[in-house]
């Protein structure tokens, strides 16, 4: 495994490297700064967890929403200015954090945050796709998203560490870190030309949303986002709610971020043989929801771990797969507008997660019902797997029938 691991990096082009390195940089700032930003906002200032989600979802949706549009831009006048500036506006936003007094501030960080994320997110990804060789592209994303976690655990580090003496000083690391970022790409990343040259912002656009299977995809994968963005608000809530200590967020995060970090690569070696890429997210997507419903008998640090463990499965299984299926669908020269469009899914699905979540778990609490939030989020993972399932069967078909037209035209 280990020099599977030694292979796959020595295939790995520098300029990939390079993306991959600030992917971690990103990851360790993100992460350090949003989990403590809810329990900032529902402890220092006074927010309930509903109010502290919508600030969440706005700056998710202002990334998101924004994305397909990035995307579009990025394809047209290159990947790397569009990243470098995106990075930058982030930087600003996440810094603007640590100076918030009035409750609109808090909506102007996020917004501003979100449109940086709008540029240098799909920018990104689809240099990813670009740079890297076909034939290691899935086992880049998994080696990716164990960066990703690693970046995680670090960041729950430092994250736990600043929070603790003040909330300003984690704000301006985050924004340091996405600054940082910025020159790193400007400086060191090889010009990437833009791909599309003779199409417009708004035929490209329009070729995107007229892709009805790429559509119907985006339109399934919100469920995932809506489970995967429980990670950032009724997960931290839920450990301090039982464990009555804040550090324990960082210890359950963390424990999640190490099961990516020791496991991803295997989980991907295990099924690589298994061709049904939309199949695999589904039942990845199930293993998050079964995960999440049993936090609901969580009574201890001990079971928190055991459940997110098995949220974490799910997501080794689903995460390559979804990254991968998205430059295997477009075109070359439309690579940054997909992935910008498939934003979408995490947009509304990702700002479902925090709005909708964020209430359901107050109302939970009222209610005396604290089930009820996870088990919406097994009925969604139960939803999510059926859907793949069919648009598995839908596109195998499509591709036999095309498959026959070939031959009988021969």
């Given at each position: 495994m280990v020099e599977m691991n030694r292979e796959i990096w020595r295939e790995t082009p520098v300029s990939v490297k390079l993306l991959l390195g600030t992917s971690f940089m990103m990851n360790l700032g993100f992460y350090a700064l949003i989990p403590y930003l809810t329990l900032h906002l529902t402890g220092s200032i006074g927010w309930t967890v509903a109010m502290a989600g919508l600030v969440l979802s706005v700056r998710q949706f202002s990334q998101q929403g924004f994305a397909f549009l990035g995307g579009v831009v990025a394809d047209k006048f290159g990947y790397k200015g569009t990243m470098v500036?995106?990075?930058?506006?982030?930087?600003?936003?996440?810094?603007?954090?640590?100076?918030?007094?009035?409750?609109?501030?808090?909506?102007?960080?996020?917004?501003?945050?979100?449109?940086?994320?709008?540029?240098?997110?799909?920018?990104?990804?689809?240099?990813?796709?670009?740079l890297t060789p076909e034939s290691i592209r899935k086992e880049v994303f998994s080696l990716r998203n164990v960066l990703t976690n690693i970046g995680i655990v670090g960041s729950q580090i430092v994250g736990t560490a600043l929070a603790t003496v003040d909330f300003t000083y984690l704000s301006l690391f985050a924004g340091g870190m996405f600054a940082a970022n910025g020159l790193l790409v400007l400086f060191f990343l090889q010009p990437i030309a833009a791909k599309n040259t003779t199409h417009s912002i708004w035929s490209s656009m329009s070729h995107v949303i007229k892709d009805s299977r790429f559509v119907r995809y985006t339109m399934i994968l919100m469920g995932y986002y809506y489970l995967n963005m429980q990670l950032f608000l009724t997960i931290?809530?839920?450990?301090?709610?039982?464990?009555?200590?804040?550090?324990?967020?960082?210890?359950?995060?963390?424990?999640?971020?190490?099961?990516?970090?020791?496991?991803?690569?295997?989980?991907?070696?295990?099924?690589?043989g298994y061709t049904q890429r939309f199949t695999l997210i589904g039942i990845g997507t199930l293993v998050m929801g079964a995960g999440l419903f049993l936090l609901a008998f969580a009574d201890n640090l001990w079971m928190l771990i055991i459940n997110a463990f098995l949220y974490a499965l799910g997501t080794m299984i689903a995460v390559p797969n979804l990254v991968e299926v998205v430059p295997r669908l477009a075109p070359r020269e439309h690579v940054?507008?997909?992935?910008?469009?498939?934003?979408?899914?995490?947009?509304?699905?990702g700002s479902f997660g925090q709005l909708l979540g964020g209430w359901v778990y107050d109302t939970s609490r009222q209610l005396g019902a604290p089930w009820l939030p996870w088990t919406i989020c097994l009925v969604v993972g139960i939803g999510v797997a059926w859907q793949?399932?069919?648009?598995?069967?839908a596109v195998q078909t499509d591709e036999s029938g095309k498959s026959c037209t070939k031959v009988a035209r021969s």
């Amino acid at each position: 495994m280990v020099e599977m691991n030694r292979e796959i990096w020595r295939e790995t082009p520098v300029s990939v490297k390079l993306l991959l390195g600030t992917s971690f940089m990103m990851n360790l700032g993100f992460y350090a700064l949003i989990p403590y930003l809810t329990l900032h906002l529902t402890g220092s200032i006074g927010w309930t967890v509903a109010m502290a989600g919508l600030v969440l979802s706005v700056r998710q949706f202002s990334q998101q929403g924004f994305a397909f549009l990035g995307g579009v831009v990025a394809d047209k006048f290159g990947y790397k200015g569009t990243m470098v500036l995106g990075l930058w506006i982030r930087a600003i936003g996440f810094a603007m954090f640590a100076f918030c007094t009035e409750t609109w501030h808090f909506f102007v960080a996020a917004i501003l945050s979100g449109l940086g994320g709008s540029l240098f997110d799909p920018a990104g990804s689809a240099a990813f796709a670009v740079l890297t060789p076909e034939s290691i592209r899935k086992e880049v994303f998994s080696l990716r998203n164990v960066l990703t976690n690693i970046g995680i655990v670090g960041s729950q580090i430092v994250g736990t560490a600043l929070a603790t003496v003040d909330f300003t000083y984690l704000s301006l690391f985050a924004g340091g870190m996405f600054a940082a970022n910025g020159l790193l790409v400007l400086f060191f990343l090889q010009p990437i030309a833009a791909k599309n040259t003779t199409h417009s912002i708004w035929s490209s656009m329009s070729h995107v949303i007229k892709d009805s299977r790429f559509v119907r995809y985006t339109m399934i994968l919100m469920g995932y986002y809506y489970l995967n963005m429980q990670l950032f608000l009724t997960i931290p809530q839920l450990v301090e709610d039982v464990t009555h200590q804040k550090a324990d967020v960082g210890i359950v995060l963390s424990a999640i971020s190490l099961s990516v970090i020791l496991l991803q690569m295997k989980v991907t070696k295990w099924l690589e043989g298994y061709t049904q890429r939309f199949t695999l997210i589904g039942i990845g997507t199930l293993v998050m929801g079964a995960g999440l419903f049993l936090l609901a008998f969580a009574d201890n640090l001990w079971m928190l771990i055991i459940n997110a463990f098995l949220y974490a499965l799910g997501t080794m299984i689903a995460v390559p797969n979804l990254v991968e299926v998205v430059p295997r669908l477009a075109p070359r020269e439309h690579v940054g507008a997909y992935y910008g469009f498939n934003g979408y899914a995490l947009a509304i699905g990702g700002s479902f997660g925090q709005l909708l979540g964020g209430w359901v778990y107050d109302t939970s609490r009222q209610l005396g019902a604290p089930w009820l939030p996870w088990t919406i989020c097994l009925v969604v993972g139960i939803g999510v797997a059926w859907q793949m399932y069919r648009m598995e069967h839908a596109v195998q078909t499509d591709e036999s029938g095309k498959s026959c037209t070939k031959v009988a035209r021969s």
